[in-house]
């Protein structure tokens, strides 16, 4: 077991109202904005008093806010959001080389990290709406059919692999999306070799994407620095040829303001790195 300073613990330490609480925080979302405390306790799997419970902390905290019997997130929640960004040097560092990829190839850029199995999107500049969902901050998108994703995945321990591609069977979500676990792995193994990845097509129809790996101080990929477009506007050879050069100059100035240091010289396409 860990301290208190931080990591794991033994169940005795764990605070399941806290984690309740959460929870029903994250109960509110595009599809119940605002939710009655029945539709929060089906919802969550809570009972009816434990609900109303939560709720009226969280009220008096200043999280939510009650009309009409029905329950509403008020902006008081963006602070979390807000502290998580100021207090992450990556992407402090990454916004300004995001605004010259925006700026290079009239194209969205966006960092993205990992978490479980879907991609979180921590920095964007958008250019143009190219998906049906509204993009931005925090914006969650399935980790296996996006390039982002992919390259996430190929840098991330095995027992991670295992869990998004076998333990939670990819599903598909165009009729581009690849879901054979094997195939996907084969796919992350090519990721790893040529040092990024350009996926089309397999998160919605039309949408091309490249992303390239930032690494931290020591090394380890942190994050995925990715530039996305319709395929009306742009091949995968385009992608590949124009685009993920740029990505991978970028990547390589932000994860050498991080702190990393190659131990060797790279080329534009890093080849013989990855």
């Known amino acids: 077991m860990r301290t208190e300073t931080g990591g794991e613990g033994s169940d005795r330490d764990h605070v399941q109202s806290l984690e309740r609480g959460l ?14 405390l029945a539709e929060l306790a089906q919802l969550t799997g809570y009972s009816r008093p434990a609900v109303r419970r939560f709720l009226i902390t969280l009220e008096r905290l200043g999280y939510v806010t009650a009309h009409g019997g029905r329950w ?5 929640v963006l602070l979390i959001g807000q502290h998580y960004t100021e207090s992450h040097a990556l992407i402090a560092v990454a916004q300004p080389h995001l605004l010259a990829i925006a700026e290079q190839t009239g194209e969205s850029a966006s960092l993205a990290v990992l978490d479980g199995g879907e991609v979180a999107y921590v920095a964007r500049v958008p250019v143009r709406r190219i998906m049906s969902i509204n993009v931005q901050v925090g914006t969650r998108v399935p980790a296996h059919a996006t390039s982002m994703g992919r ?17 939670h069977p990819p599903r598909a979500l165009t009729s581009q999306t690849t879901t054979d676990p094997v195939a996907l792995r084969d796919a992350l193994h090519e990721v790893r070799a040529q ?6 097509g ?3 129809p039309g949408l091309l994407s490249g ?3 930032v690494r931290d101080r020591s090394g380890t990929v942190v994050a995925a620095l990715a530039s996305s477009t319709s395929s009306g506007r742009a091949s ?3 992608m590949r040829l124009e685009t993920v050069p740029l990505l991978l ?9 991080l702190g990393f240091r190659s131990p060797v010289h790279r080329s534009t396409a890093y080849e013989g790195f990855y």
Not at 72 to 76: A, E, G, I, M, N
Not at 249 to 257: P, V, W, Y
């Open 72 to 76: 509403s997130l008020t902006p008081r």
């Open 202 to 204: 397999e998160l919605e």
């Open 211 to 213: 992303a390239v790996p």
């Open 195 to 200: 040092g990024y990845a350009v996926v089309s």
């Open 151 to 167: 390259v996430l995945l190929a840098w991330a321990p095995a027992d991670v692999v295992d869990d998004v591609l076998t333990r």
């Open 236 to 238: 995968e050879q385009v």
């Open 23 to 36: 929870a029903l925080l994250l109960a509110f979302d595009a599809e119940h904005p605002d939710p009655t």
């Open 249 to 257: 100059q970028a990547a390589d100035r932000i994860s050498t303001e």
